[in-house]
């Protein structure tokens, strides 16, 4: 059974920072890109980031450019989300995401989702 499980998220003040991880279980991924996607309450789940499967190529949505990094390491089967600086509006539930062969921006196209962690930024 494929797990993905996300760990890492809280409650920060704004300004703050916190490192977001994604392990999976049951099959490797050491093929296939990651990613992390968010929802906000009343809104819809959104792009963030995603890596290639050999880690050389990366993908931000404009507003996290130069606050978040997302890395991965392929022998622990894990992907990362390091988040800096973060602000009241990046407040959401954050998924890890992984399958496809090369990332795309677009929900349906990632096959395997994680449970969501919560990520709560006070002002």
């Known amino acids: 059974q494929v797990q993905l499980a996300e760990s890492g998220g809280g409650l920060v003040q704004a300004g703050g920072s916190l490192r977001l991880s994604c392990a999976a279980s049951?099959?490797?991924?050491?093929?296939?890109?990651m990613g992390w996607f968010r929802q906000a309450p009343g809104k819809e789940r959104e792009f963030v980031a995603a890596?290639?499967?050999?880690?050389?190529?990366?993908d931000y949505i404009d507003s996290v450019k130069g606050r978040f990094t997302i890395s991965r390491d392929n022998a622990k089967n894990t992907v990362y989300l390091r988040m800096n600086s973060l602000k009241p509006e990046d407040t959401a539930v954050y998924y890890c995401?992984?399958?496809?062969?090369?990332?795309?921006?677009?929900?349906?196209?990632?096959?395997?989702w994680g449970q969501g962690t919560q990520v709560t930024v006070s002002s």
């Open positions: 995401a992984a399958g496809p062969r090369d990332y795309t921006r677009v929900v349906r196209g990632w096959g395997y």
């Open positions: 049951g099959r490797s991924f050491r093929s296939s890109a």
């Open positions: 890596i290639t499967w050999g880690g050389g190529s990366m």
